[in-house]
């Protein structure tokens, strides 16, 4: 499924050195991720997605699950971004917004954490067109492949498997959503709270 999909204006790490820290115009930077997060916006707006706070979107798919997509931005100032995805479903009962099921979009890809480069406008249009190419090469065939219960049992109990092998166990979201399954419990009051608790947009596809 990924042989299509090359990466092309990602970094190897998220951090620049002093000396490439102070090359970069920062603020023509920023104004530039603004400029091409619209292309991403609109991308993404074409797939049912809706914005939720200023760098995610959320799409709710057939089973009740968000799907979500974050652009998380290096905080020490090195004009690079990462991309974050996840499913939180609405049958389970959430204090806040968690992640379920999810990780960095690079660990989908390859494996690694991919941090994309923003830190002029030629490579920023470079990095939002890998990164929309990502997307709808890699992340959107997942979140279809997932929009079941036996994928979303299967990846839970797998995790499951893995952490018990470490001492671990699963989030409580986690377990609850499994036991859901398994046993065949929904509760519709549960997504209504859930609505509420993460002040969802009135309307997700």
């Known amino acids: 499924m990924f042989n299509r999909f090359k990466l092309k204006g990602n970094v190897s790490g998220a951090i620049r050195s002093d000396e490439e820290l102070a090359s970069i115009d920062k603020r023509a930077a920023d104004e530039t991720f603004k400029i091409q997060k619209k292309r991403l916006d609109a991308f993404l707006q074409q797939k ?5 706070k200023t760098n995610s979107y959320l ?15 290096e905080r020490y100032g090195s004009r690079t971004f990462t991309v974050n995805y996840a499913l939180t479903s609405l049958y389970v009962p959430h204090a806040f917004f ?11 890809i390859c494996d690694k954490d ?9 490579i920023a249009e470079v990095s939002f067109n890998n990164v929309i190419e990502a997307i709808e090469i890699v992340l959107l065939p997942w979140f279809e492949e997932m929009e079941n219960l036996e994928s979303i049992r299967k990846e839970l109990t797998t995790q499951k498997k893995k952490r018990e092998s470490h001492c671990g166990r699963l989030s ?9 399954i398994e046993k065949d419990t929904w509760d519709e009051a549960i997504v209504l709270s859930n609505i509420e608790t993460f002040k969802l947009p009135k309307k997700l596809s």
């Open 59 to 73: 799409r709710r798919n057939r089973l009740n699950v968000l799907e979500y997509i974050d652009l998380q931005k």
């Open 114 to 122: 991919v941090w994309w480069d923003y830190a002029n406008e030629q």
């Open 172 to 180: 409580d979201t986690q377990a609850f959503w499994l036991d859901a």
């Open 98 to 108: 968690s992640f379920d099921l999810g990780d960095r979009l690079g660990k989908l």
């Open 48 to 52: 049912g997605f809706v914005k939720y």
